[in-house]
């Protein structure tokens, strides 16, 4: 079953704020977590509607810093550094009558939010699997960046085009096996 966008009117329409844009981001692998000292923390549990990835989309509960809950249903099309991102706010119904669909592809992790030299780091720390990944979104592909002081010692490499670091190919098919590194 697919999550309808919910045109005016629609399932979800009254709380569904919809945005669409290009997600330029580059994705890191971690020998470990980074001390991010008093970083802001989200958790999140995220699941995927249907078999392929984009076909359904994303579905997302956040847990902010203050306890307060947002739920998201997001789309997303392309692969590597640039990608089309749509994402609308959906209500907590409309969220948990989606949620059964995610069962077997679904991730939970910390999100610790972490400004530098003008960007925002996101270090993603799975609670499911061993795994910490570095995220960053630039203002375009060709943005110079500065990895922090913090985090370069622990990178192991960049998967920005490893498609199976994408959270969608982690929830279905787990840890990728880095024995098998492309």
Known sequence: MGCAWGAAGG????????SESLE?????LLRGMPDVGAAERWSIEQGYIAGEEG???RLRRTTMPDGSLVHHH???QGVGLVRME???TISRDVFDAQWGSTVGRRIRKVRHRVPFGGLLWEIDQ???MPLVLAEVELP???????IPP??????RREVTEDGRYRNFMLAVHGLPDESATR
């Open 140 to 146: 375009s592909e060709h943005h110079p960046l500065q």
């Open 24 to 28: 330029v981001e580059r994705v890191f």
């Open 11 to 18: 399932r979800g329409a009254r709380t569904a704020r919809v």
């Open 150 to 155: 913090w985090l370069e010692h622990l990178i």
């Open 126 to 128: 799975f609670t499911d």
């Open 55 to 57: 076909v359904g989309g």
């Open 86 to 88: 749509r994402e609308r």
């Open 74 to 76: 997001t789309q997303k």
